[in-house]
């Protein structure tokens, strides 16, 4: 099943995400599973290795095009121990010639030593978490790295990386849209081909949410961030930028393919404590606690919940994702998967947005304006099923 995805821009094959659960320390604002502690870090990666190969049946019959290393801080891990988890991965599955294959990494990890290496490896794609260039905003998330490590790191991995994205975050309390104007300008200043930027979000139970609470932070603030947004979207455009997601800016041919596929509905395994799968029916995910996961990998048995996906949730799902990305929803598509119900459902639903300038149809693709773009993922629940 295809989408209506930019053809040149996507990869054919199924991807494999692989989680990494660990963290030199946490970041107030992160609610993804993660441990301070890398005592269980060579416990870990034995059993990610044992759901590789527990899992390559799954994709027996198909070919793997992207290889995600997420988490946590997969930065963490050692050139030895990236390979070994690579190795498990081409020893059990088929990979495409050249596969994208992405490592997301902090600053602070990557000295001019370890980017050679890396450079040296299968790893072709570096995401780097910057987040902000400013020491007052680093400080306020408690990153792990300094501005001067921000920018070090990536004049060195430029050096040696042409595929490389950087992950900058807005609305954070005290920065000024010039503040931010210039973090976006330092990224640009260094010739990054892909930019993720996120607004700043309070997650329950996160540090951040009780610092907020306590007074010792100031809230975050919608109009701060919806502004900062609508600039990040300006600049980037002139500067030949393509917002083809509602997080995601590429020059061309620097779309991240691993990404696509998610938004193409493509099937995808995920590998290691809380990490989610997809096959086009259902959805899994393992537990996401490192001792258990250790613990089941051990006597060879998958720690994972499955939920089989009914056709309102598939609808659901490609609305969400389609109204975040440049190419919409196609109407088209729709009608054939779906039904002529359920195209006649979303039409009715759309057009309170579409009088109100939210939402425009283009052929046949309902998108989001400009306008609405701050808006798409709450106006895409409008739209769902319930």
């Known amino acids: 099943m295809t989408l209506n995805i930019h053809p040149k821009e996507t990869s054919t094959g199924v991807g494999i995400y692989i989680h990494i659960p660990f963290c030199k320390q946490a970041c107030f604002y992160c609610d993804f599973h993660f441990s301070t502690s890398l005592k269980k870090k060579n416990e870990v990666i034995e059993a990610l290795i044992t759901e590789l190969e527990l899992r390559k049946n799954e994709f027996e019959n198909d070919t793997v095009a992207t290889i995600y290393f997420g988490g946590g801080t997969p930065s963490v891990l050692s050139l030895e121990e990236i390979n070994s988890i690579l190795n498990a991965v081409y020893s059990n599955y088929k990979v495409i010639k050249d596969p994208e294959i992405t490592l997301e990494a902090n600053p602070d990890d990557l000295s001019e030593a370890k980017i050679i290496e890396l450079s040296k490896s299968k790893i072709n794609r570096l995401s780097i978490g910057v987040q902000s260039f400013f020491e007052a905003d680093l400080k306020l998330m408690n990153r792990a790295h300094n501005a001067v490590e921000a920018k070090t790191c990536l004049a060195l991995a430029t050096q040696y990386f042409n595929n490389i994205s ?69 600049t980037l455009t002139t500067a030949g930028f393509q917002h083809y997601e509602l997080s995601n800016f590429s020059k061309p041919g620097y779309y991240s393919k691993n990404n696509s596929a998610y938004w193409q509905g493509k099937r995808y395994i995920g590998i290691g404590p809380s990490a989610h799968s997809y096959s086009g029916e259902s959805r899994s995910w393992n537990i996401a606690n490192n001792t258990k996961y250790v613990k089941s990998l051990r006597q060879h048995i998958l720690p994972s919940e499955v939920e089989i996906l009914t056709i309102k949730d598939k609808y659901n799902e490609y609305i969400m994702t389609g109204l975040r990305t440049v190419w919409g929803v196609s109407l088209t598509y729709l009608e054939t998967e779906f039904g002529s119900e359920y195209k006649s459902y979303l039409l009715a639903q759309s057009d309170k947005y579409l009088k109100e300038e939210l939402l425009y149809i283009d052929g046949e693709n309902l998108k989001v304006t400009p306008k609405g773009k701050f808006l798409s993922d709450g106006i895409a629940s409008h739209l769902f099923k319930i």
């Open 166 to 234: 950087v992950d900058l975050i807005y609305g954070i309390p005290g920065a000024t849209d010039q503040q931010w104007l210039e973090n976006i300008q330092t990224v640009l200043d260094f010739n990054i081909p892909h930019i993720s930027s996120y607004a700043l979000t309070v997650e329950p139970k996160t540090a951040l949410d009780a610092l907020i609470k306590k007074g010792k932070i100031e809230d975050v603030n919608e109009a701060q961030a919806e502004r900062q947004f609508h600039i990040l979207i300006e």
